[in-house]
């Protein structure tokens, strides 16, 4: 079939451009080249996707102990996360209620928020209670000039934000997700390993990848890839309920480490989930492996058309802590994870320089793609309707 133009059109949310990928899994196209590349069609994304439903941003012992914050941007919203005297966590949005300023920078411990540009100051739970040279009136009550706060709550340990003040709560986000997940007691888990890694490729890449099956043979080879797959099972919109999506890996063990090296102790699971990893991938952001030893997360943070910003823990019982060697047994989970996150941003960084072509072709999808096809069907409903 012969290239044609792929340029970005006049009208990127036209329902008519992803006709085609609504099809049957059998028929369909893969998302227009440009949905990868188009800067007006991220903006889409971020309004109508992360704006609205519920984003990963970590465990909740980034913030121990009472005072404890730090600051990041999501999506272009610069945000303070800090935990309370009531030992709760919260988050507000990092811009001064009076003329705008960023309130807070880095991370730390601190018992108030203060502005540096007029040392307004706010309490832990964003309350304004001090405005110097500036006195209380009639049209002037520091009541009603707190943080904006932002929509915060747990789940498995870790902090979900929603920046929709009428958004659903997590509960009702996440469906019966908590009740599958319940085995792992992954509230109890303490956090070992963090880090980032930047990826050059649009967002969708490397969440489409965590679906798909197919390039694991090929581009994990040195790495995962030694570990055999018996058995995939996929998502059924008829048995899971809630805004993720799902498949099963059947694989004896686990993946964390190579054959015969020391391992991590296997979790006291119930014998049909001892057999593979679990891995969830909750709308928005959270790319989830629950495994027979540990749970791991990525958290996609978009950070423009073409730049993912991939932030991955990995969190275990306190109790494997204690084991004889754990910091050597964690360094090898640990580098082994490292080498498949490469791997990845590899394959989405090819993907990301193939579809910045204005003369190319729409893909296709082969049988094993239908999570991917799930995925990019459930954008397009968010994007541009269902």
């Known amino acids: ?11 990127v949310l036209d329902p008519a451009h992803f006709d085609s990928v609504r099809r049957p899994l059998a028929q369909a196209e893969t998302m227009p080249p440009w949905t990868y ?43 303070i996360v800090v ?26 411990e601190c018992k108030f928020m203060k502005c540096p540009y007029h040392a307004w100051t706010f309490d832990l739970k964003g309350q304004l209670f001090a405005t110097p040279l500036v006195d209380e009136s009639a049209c002037f009550k520091k009541a009603e000039h707190g943080l904006r706060q932002v929509k915060l709550e747990l789940f498995d340990g870790l902090m979900w934000i929603n920046l929709d003040p009428a958004s659903c709560s997590l509960a009702e986000h996440l469906g019966d997700l908590p009740e599958r997940t319940k085995p792992w007691h992954a509230d109890e888990m303490v956090c070992v390993n ?40 996929f998502h059924d919109p008829a048995v899971f309920k809630g805004n993720y999506l799902m498949h099963y890996t059947y694989f004896d063990g686990t993946r964390g480490v ?16 001892k057999r593979g990893t679990f891995f969830p991938v909750v709308h928005a952001n959270a790319l989830m492996g629950y495994a027979v030893d ?31 060697e754990f910091e050597a047994i964690i360094a090898r989970y640990a580098e082994t994870s490292a080498t498949v ?46």
């Open 1 to 11: 079939m012969l290239a044609v133009s792929v340029r970005e059109p006049e009208n």
């Open 37 to 79: 590349t188009s800067q007006r069609f991220f903006e889409a994304e971020r309004d109508r996707i992360f704006f609205r439903h519920w984003n990963c941003i970590g465990h909740h012992s980034k913030v121990p102990a009472a005072g404890s914050y730090y600051t990041f941007d999501f999506i272009g919203v610069p945000l």
């Open 83 to 108: 935990r309370g005297d009531d030992m709760q966590v919260r988050a507000f949005v990092n811009s001064c209620a009076h003329r705008g300023a960023e309130v807070m920078t880095g991370s730390g």
């Open 194 to 233: 963090r880090t980032e890694l930047t990826v050059n490729a649009n967002w969708k890449l490397f969440s489409e990848n965590f679906s798909d099956g197919l390039h694991v043979p090929f581009v994990h080879q040195t790495s995962i890839a030694k570990k055999k797959v018996s058995k995939r099972d």
């Open 258 to 273: 190579p054959e015969g090296e020391r391992k991590l102790p296997e979790l006291d699971l119930p014998p049909e989930m």
């Open 294 to 324: 540990s749970l791991s997360i990525h958290e996609v943070h978009p950070k423009g058309p073409t730049e993912t910003l991939l932030v991955s823990s990995m969190m275990v019982p306190k109790a494997s802590t204690e084991i004889p």
């Open 341 to 386: 996150r490469a791997e990845d941003r590899d394959a989405a960084e090819w993907q990301q320089r193939g579809l910045r072509s204005l003369v190319n072709r729409r893909g296709c999808y082969a049988e094993p793609d239908r999570l991917v096809h799930d995925y990019d069907r459930w954008i397009i409903d968010q994007v541009v309707g269902a």
